[in-house]
Each structure stands twice: as structure tokens, then as C-alpha cells.
């Protein structure tokens, strides 16, 4: 019932009144689904920031179904940002496409911690499709990852600022992805630490080695992996375990324990992800002069090589401006680092594995 009211809808779509309707029915789209998602009968669910959906079609129109009262989307055709869909509801969007093929995408911009979405799909004519991209690159972090308030004019900000102006998709990590034509996946959640969250307290029951292999933060049915098989991860997290000293009551009794359980949490972090994927290159990555942060990462990644890792890489991140929302970086910032990582991966094509 509900593919055939999007089939209604879509060819009933006001944007058509001057085309003249296509002699074929509208359909269903195949299409690519790339973040952690759980699939349902009828569209996808998600709550990982970053993920898109793409498909490809031809003109007069294209209906996108959402069912989601939580995530603010960018919509783009042929590469070039067309509309910002927000918190869309239980409804769909109707897109006057020109006449040829083109590519459509749904780019989930937004961070969504405690609140799913479902995209429920594409309705239109297809097109033909674009050739698959070979290369997979994944992130791994916290809200300098998620890209959070990045757009914000001003550091000051509300829950609903941040909410309004942050946009995953001009992170660093899809501009370097995109620079390399690679689909990329963003594990990353704002305030989130491998042992410690922001101040000793945020998301008490949440930690990224738990959230990791989950398709939605409260249940434990693992992510599908539908062929994702990443030639690069970057990871970069610590900054939350590390933002203010341990005080009474927390499960360390000093400093010295939380960088011994971070470092020993971090390094099987690593060797579980290393299972699953077993030709990755991994970069660590933190910022420079940040005290437990960078001696930690600095360390598991020494651990790691002692203990016979050859794939593996250590990144300083560069200083940023971080004015975007409480002290955050800004989309210059993103590009910044992300020029970073684009002149090292350039350096060294064979992270690609040949791909």
C-alpha cells in the first residue's frame, strides 16, 4: 500500500503540471545505501550521522519518501546541493528533475543521539546507472568528526543551534572522500569517549566501543555490512576522555588509571576492528598537545606496531580556528584537515590497494 500511494503521489506531483507524464509507470528505485542502517521490509532506519542514500533517475519528477520527525537532510542531484529537507515528517518530496539521467542523493546532515529517522525510499523513472565506486573510507570519532555546529556563524550556542547548524556532509571526513571518489562512513557521536564521556557524566550508558557495531544506539542488532569492506579508517577519539580531571566517584582513582584503561580499551578497540577488516590501513589520529589525548593515542599506536601491526599510520591533526558552536570547529577548519589527510593519502596511493 504505501509504494503504491508513492507511485500515486509522485505522478501526481504539482512540480509535473507543464511536463508531459512519462507512457511507463513510476517505480520503486533501486538504490545504494551507504552508514550504518537497519533495513526494514519498507525503507531503511538510521541514527549514525553521515549516512545517504542515492539512486539514479530520469526526469520529470522524483518522490522522496521520508518518515522521520528527527534529522535534517541535504538534497543533491548530479553533485550539486539542490535543497535542506528538515525534520520532513511522515511525508514526501517531490523534485522536478530535467530531461536526461541524473544522480539523486539524501544526505543525512544532522546529529541524532537520541532519536531515530527511516528513509523509505525513491519513486520515479530510472536512470542509468552510474558506475560503482570502488573505493570505501570510514571515520571513526566524536563531534569533531560529526561535524558538529560547523555552520554557526557564532560560538555560542543552543541545543537547538547546534542541532540547526551542524552538517556531517562538510565534516572532514566526506570532503576527503569525495575528494578520492570513495564512499565513506561516519561512526562518530558527540561527547562520546572509548572509557570517559564529556565531563565524566554525558551519555552515562553509552561508550563507542559498545555503539560501534550497532546499526541504532539502543539496539544490539549488529549493522549489516553489505559488502562495505573500507581500504582506509581514520580514528580519532579522546578528546571526551580526557576533558576534565577524574573527580570522587568515578571508576579511576587518578589520571594515571583512566590513561592506562583508555590506552588498554583503544588497543582492543583496534584488534577487534582489525578482525573484520583485515586489509584496511588504519590512521590514528588526535590533535597535538592535548595531554592524555595525544600521549594515548601516541601510545596505542606504538602498542600496536610493537605487537605487529604494519597497516597502520599516526596523524596529528592541524590547529583550528573552532568558533563554530561552543568552541567547535567551523567548515574552514573541516577543510583544513581534511587538506591534511588528502596531501598524506596522496602521498601514499597504496592505502587503495590498488583500487
Given at each position: 500500500?504505501?509504494?503504491?500511494?508513492?507511485?500515486?503521489?509522485?505522478?501526481?506531483?504539482?512540480?509535473?503540471?507543464?511536463?508531459?507524464?512519462?507512457?511507463?509507470?513510476?517505480?520503486?528505485?533501486?538504490?545504494?545505501?551507504?552508514?550504518?542502517?537497519?533495513?526494514?521490509?519498507?525503507?531503511?532506519?538510521?541514527?549514525?550521522?553521515?549516512?545517504?542514500?542515492?539512486?539514479?533517475?530520469?526526469?520529470?519528477?522524483?518522490?522522496?519518501?521520508?518518515?522521520?520527525?528527527?534529522?535534517?537532510?541535504?538534497?543533491?542531484?548530479?553533485?550539486?546541493?539542490?535543497?535542506?529537507?528538515?525534520?520532513?515528517?511522515?511525508?514526501?518530496?517531490?523534485?522536478?528533475?530535467?530531461?536526461?539521467?541524473h544522480t539523486v542523493r539524501v544526505e543525512k546532515r544532522s546529529e541524532t543521539q537520541y532519536a531515530t529517522?527511516?528513509?523509505?525510499?525513491?519513486?520515479?523513472?530510472?536512470?542509468?546507472?552510474?558506475?560503482?565506486?570502488?573505493?570505501?573510507?570510514?571515520?571513526?570519532?566524536?563531534?569533531?568528526?560529526?561535524?558538529?555546529?560547523?555552520?554557526?556563524?557564532?560560538?555560542?550556542?543552543?541545543?537547538?543551534?547546534?542541532?540547526?547548524?551542524?552538517?556531517?556532509?562538510?565534516?572532514?571526513?566526506?570532503?576527503?572522500?569525495?575528494?578520492?571518489?570513495?564512499?565513506?562512513?561516519?561512526?562518530?557521536?558527540?561527547?562520546?569517549?572509548?572509557?570517559?564521556?564529556?565531563?565524566?557524566?554525558?551519555?552515562?550508558?553509552?561508550?563507542?566501543?559498545?555503539?560501534?557495531?550497532?546499526?541504532?544506539?539502543?539496539?544490539?542488532?549488529?549493522?549489516?555490512?553489505?559488502?562495505?569492506?573500507?581500504?582506509?579508517?581514520?580514528?580519532?577519539?579522546?578528546?571526551?576522555?580526557?576533558?576534565?580531571?577524574?573527580?570522587?566517584?568515578?571508576?579511576?582513582?587518578?589520571?594515571?588509571?583512566?590513561?592506562?584503561?583508555?590506552?588498554?580499551?583503544?588497543?582492543?578497540?583496534?584488534?577487534?576492528?582489525?578482525?573484520?577488516?583485515?586489509?584496511?590501513?588504519?590512521?590514528?589520529?588526535?590533535?597535538?598537545?592535548?595531554?592524555?589525548?595525544?600521549?594515548?593515542?601516541?601510545?596505542?599506536?606504538?602498542?600496536?606496531?610493537?605487537?605487529?601491526?604494519?597497516?597502520?599510520?599516526?596523524?596529528?591533526?592541524?590547529?583550528?580556528?573552532?568558533?563554530?558552536?561552543?568552541?567547535?570547529?567551523?567548515?574552514?577548519?573541516?577543510?583544513?584537515?581534511?587538506?591534511?589527510?588528502?596531501?598524506?593519502?596522496?602521498?601514499?596511493?597504496?592505502?587503495?590497494?590498488?583500487?
Open positions: 500500500m504505501l509504494i503504491a500511494a508513492l507511485m500515486s503521489l509522485a505522478m501526481l506531483s504539482p512540480v509535473q503540471q507543464s511536463i508531459p507524464q512519462p507512457t511507463e509507470p513510476a517505480v520503486l528505485l533501486p538504490m545504494k545505501v551507504v552508514g550504518k542502517v537497519l533495513p526494514h521490509a519498507q525503507g531503511y532506519s538510521h541514527q549514525w550521522p553521515g549516512v545517504y542514500f542515492e539512486t539514479q533517475a530520469k526526469g520529470p519528477v522524483i518522490s522522496l519518501a521520508f518518515q522521520d520527525d528527527n534529522s535534517n537532510f541535504n538534497v543533491v542531484v548530479d553533485g550539486k546541493p539542490l535543497l535542506i529537507v528538515k525534520k520532513p515528517g511522515a511525508t514526501q518530496v517531490n523534485i522536478s528533475l530535467p530531461e536526461g539521467s529517522g527511516q528513509f523509505l525510499g525513491f519513486v520515479g523513472w530510472p536512470g542509468t546507472p552510474a558506475a560503482a565506486l570502488t573505493r570505501q573510507i570510514e571515520f571513526v570519532g566524536d563531534s569533531l568528526t560529526v561535524g558538529y555546529g560547523n555552520t554557526s556563524p557564532y560560538s555560542d550556542c543552543t541545543p537547538e543551534d547546534i542541532f540547526e547548524t551542524t552538517d556531517a556532509q562538510q565534516g572532514f571526513g566526506p570532503i576527503i572522500a569525495k575528494h578520492f571518489t570513495a564512499d565513506y562512513q561516519i561512526n562518530a557521536f558527540s561527547g562520546l569517549g572509548m572509557v570517559r564521556n564529556y565531563g565524566g557524566f554525558e551519555h552515562p550508558k553509552y561508550r563507542m566501543p559498545m555503539l560501534y557495531p550497532r546499526a541504532l544506539f539502543d539496539d544490539p542488532t549488529p549493522a549489516p555490512r553489505d559488502g562495505w569492506m573500507p581500504q582506509v579508517m581514520v580514528i580519532g577519539i579522546g578528546g571526551n576522555d580526557f576533558s576534565t580531571p577524574v573527580a570522587a566517584g568515578e571508576p579511576w582513582k587518578d589520571e594515571a588509571a583512566l590513561q592506562a584503561d583508555y590506552e588498554k580499551t583503544y588497543v582492543r578497540f583496534v584488534k577487534n576492528l582489525r578482525k573484520t577488516n583485515p586489509d584496511a590501513f588504519l590512521i590514528l589520529t588526535s590533535p597535538d598537545e592535548r595531554n592524555g589525548y595525544t600521549q594515548g593515542t601516541t601510545a596505542v599506536y606504538e602498542a600496536l606496531k610493537a605487537d605487529g601491526e604494519t597497516k597502520i599510520a599516526r596523524l596529528t591533526i592541524p590547529p583550528t580556528v573552532s568558533d563554530g558552536c561552543n568552541g567547535h570547529p567551523n567548515t574552514r577548519d573541516d577543510a583544513n584537515i581534511a587538506k591534511m589527510f588528502i596531501a598524506w593519502l596522496e602521498a601514499h596511493p597504496e592505502v587503495w590497494q590498488g583500487k
